[in-house]
C-alpha cells in the first residue's frame, strides 16, 4: 500500500505541477513573457518583509496594539531594507535589455533541490523558461496592485483589522505611531547604511576565541584607513560569501542524499559531475567559502582596529576602561 500510495502521489504532484505550468501560459498570453517573471522575483523581497511585517504585529498584539495597515509596515521594511543594503533597487526587477530580450533570464537553476515526490510547484526558473520558450514581448505596467480596489485604504485595514480579529483586548494605534515604533528596530548602530549590510545575518565575533584576534596590527596611515573604512566593494564580498554559502549546502545535500539534482544530472559550473567527484568539488567551494569568509573577518579586525587607535588617541580614560572590560569579560 505504501508503494501504491508513492507513485499516486507522485502523478498527482505532477499533475499539480503540469496545471501550474499551463496557468503561467495563460498569463503570459493576456501580459507577456516578462510580467509574470518580474511578479514571482518581486514576491522573494516581499514575502520577507510580509513575514517581518507579521513578526512586528505579533509583538504590538503582545502589547494590546493594533496595527492599523500591515500592508504599510510591509512597504516600510522594504524601504528599511533598501537603506540598509545601499541597494536602491531591493525588491525591484532589474530592466529587461533592448536587444535579445527572449534572452534574459532572472532565475538561475539551483544545483540540486528536494525530490520532486514532494514539489507541487515547479521552481522559479523552471516557470520562467516556460514562459519564455515562445517569448512574447509586451509592455510592462509599472501600476500598483492595488489600482484595481476600490477605496484601497478602507479595505488594508479592514484585511489588517480580519488578520488580527482574535486580539479582542488590543485597541487600535495610529499608524504614524506604529511606524515610528517599526523604525525604532533599525535604530542600531550595526545597521547603519555606510556598513552596506555587512552585519546583517552574520556575527563579527563568534569565529574568534580570544579577545587578542579581534584586533590586527595598528595601522600606520590613520587617515587614510579612516577616509574608506567600509568601500564599496563590500556589497560584492557579501554577496559572493553567501552565494559560496549556498552552493556549499547545496553540494552536501546531494552527498548526503537529502537533496537530488535537478534534472538528475548534476552540473557544477558549466560540467556534469559524477558522484565519485563530489567529495572534490565540497573540497574546492569549502575552500573558496574559507577564503570570503576570511576577507570580511579580516574587514572587521582592520575596523576594530583603527577605531581603536582612535580611542586611544582622543585617551579621556578610554584605555583605562577598556582594559576594565577585557578583565570582566
Known sequence: MDSV????????????????????LVAVALTGSDALIHALYRLQAAD??????LEFTN?????????????????????????????????LVPPVPTEQAEQHRLFKAQL?????????????????????????????????????FDDTQALRENVSARLQQTATEAVPSPIEETLARFDKRFDHEYFDRRYRGVFLGRSPVLHTESISELYGTPEDDMNGALSTPHPASLTDQIERLRNLESE????ESVHDGSMKATGGILRHRGQSLRVRDLPA???????????????????????????????????????AADSRTKCNT
Open 112 to 148: 540540486a533541490q528536494p525530490p520532486r515526490m514532494w514539489s507541487t510547484h515547479p521552481l522559479n526558473h523552471e516557470r520562467e523558461e516556460n514562459a519564455k520558450r515562445i517569448y512574447l514581448a509586451a509592455a510592462l505596467d509599472s501600476s500598483s496592485a492595488w489600482a484595481i
Open 281 to 319: 568539488a565540497i573540497e574546492t567551494v569549502r575552500g573558496e567559502t574559507c577564503v570570503a569568509r576570511a576577507a570580511l573577518q579580516e574587514y572587521d579586525r582592520r575596523c576594530r582596529t583603527v577605531h581603536r587607535q582612535c580611542a586611544q588617541r582622543i585617551g579621556a580614560g578610554w584605555e
Open 59 to 91: 509583538s504590538e498584539l503582545s502589547q494590546k496594539r493594533l496595527v492599523a495597515d500591515l500592508f504599510a509596515i510591509q512597504s516600510r521594511e522594504l524601504e528599511q531594507m533598501a537603506a540598509l543594503t545601499g541597494e536602491a533597487r531591493y525588491g
Open 248 to 251: 556549499l549546502a547545496q553540494l
Open 48 to 53: 520577507e518583509a510580509w513575514d517581518s511585517a
Open 5 to 24: 500510495f508513492s507513485v499516486v502521489l507522485m502523478a498527482q504532484r505532477a499533475l499539480s505541477r503540469e496545471m501550474e505550468m499551463q496557468a503561467d
